[in-house]
Nanobody, 115 residues
Framework: QVQLVESGGGWVQAGGSLRLSCAAS????????MGWYRQGPRKQRELVAI???????NYADSVRGRFTISRDNAKNTMSLQMNSLKPEDTGVYYC?????????WGQGTQVTVSS
């Protein structure tokens, strides 16, 4: 099992910034990916950003250039710096950890961007 604890999130006005963090613990294997997904009101869960333990990243087109994902493999932590936030970024953000055979999710943290 891998446990994921998220922190950050909250309320911010459009144009503002927030930082999300996620700490993983438990049976951490090498060769994994950590990422953030979000689910907006009446929307399906979607990928926001993901980063492999080797440093490869992938971003949703809607956040590229505004969000930056980073991770510390030694500490098994990951962060998402979110700048120039828009109301459409509102949603519950979930930390995700996966390797070749397992997938784990955090509880989610609410991000609300007001116009």
């Amino acid at each position: 099992q891998v446990q994921l604890v998220e922190s950050g999130g909250g309320w911010v006005q459009a144009g503002g910034s927030l930082r999300l963090s996620c700490a993983a613990s438990g049976s951490i294997s090498r060769g994994n990916s950590m990422g953030w997904y979000r689910q907006g009101p009446r929307k399906q869960r979607e990928l926001v950003a993901i980063m492999s333990s080797g440093g490869n990243t992938n971003y949703a087109d809607s956040v590229r250039g505004r969000f930056t994902i980073s991770r510390d493999n030694a500490k098994n932590t990951m962060s998402l710096q979110m700048n120039s936030l828009k109301p459409e970024d509102t949603g519950v953000y979930y930390c995700n950890w996966r390797d070749m055979t397992r997938v784990f999710w955090g509880q989610g943290t609410q991000v609300t961007v007001s116009s």
